[in-house]
Nanobody, 127 residues
Framework: QVQLVESGGGLVQAGGSLRLSCVAS????????MGWFRQAPGKEREVVAT????????YYADSVKGRFTITRDNAKNTVYLQMNSLKPEDTAVYYC????????????????????WGQGTQVTVSS
């Protein structure tokens, strides 16, 4: 069982930055591929960025490429999402998720493959 706790959300003006953190419980964090997803009101949950178990490989949605960066620190059981040049359309609840991926270099983009989810953190970008 893995528990995920997100933090770092808040209200920011367009063009600003936020850094989300997600801390995982347990001692097997490096066994999990990690992902950040978001869900805006009235919309389906969508993938934002994902990272492989070893932190080498990453995936970004087209809408955030060049603005967001996902990283992980396996020693701290933490995955981060650095969000720069934020836009009002980035407003959503952001969730981190963990998938017990069998291969340390793969990235996982489908939300249905993730085993554990955090409670979410609200990000609001004002225009």
């Amino acid at each position: 069982q893995v528990q995920l706790v997100e933090s770092g959300g808040g209200l920011v003006q367009a063009g600003g930055s936020l850094r989300l953190s997600c801390v995982a419980s347990g001692r097997t964090f490096s066994s999990y591929a990690m992902g950040w997803f978001r869900q805006a009101p009235g919309k389906e949950r969508e993938v934002v960025a994902t990272i492989s178990r070893d932190g080498v490989n990453t995936y970004y949605a087209d809408s955030v490429k060049g603005r967001f960066t996902i990283t992980r620190d396996n020693a701290k059981n933490t995955v981060y999402l650095q969000m720069n040049s934020l836009k009002p359309e980035d407003t959503a609840v952001y969730y981190c998720a963990a998938d017990r991926a069998p291969i340390e270099t793969i990235v996982v983009t489908r939300s249905t493959l993730y085993d554990y989810w955090g409670q979410g953190t609200q990000v609001t970008v004002s225009s």
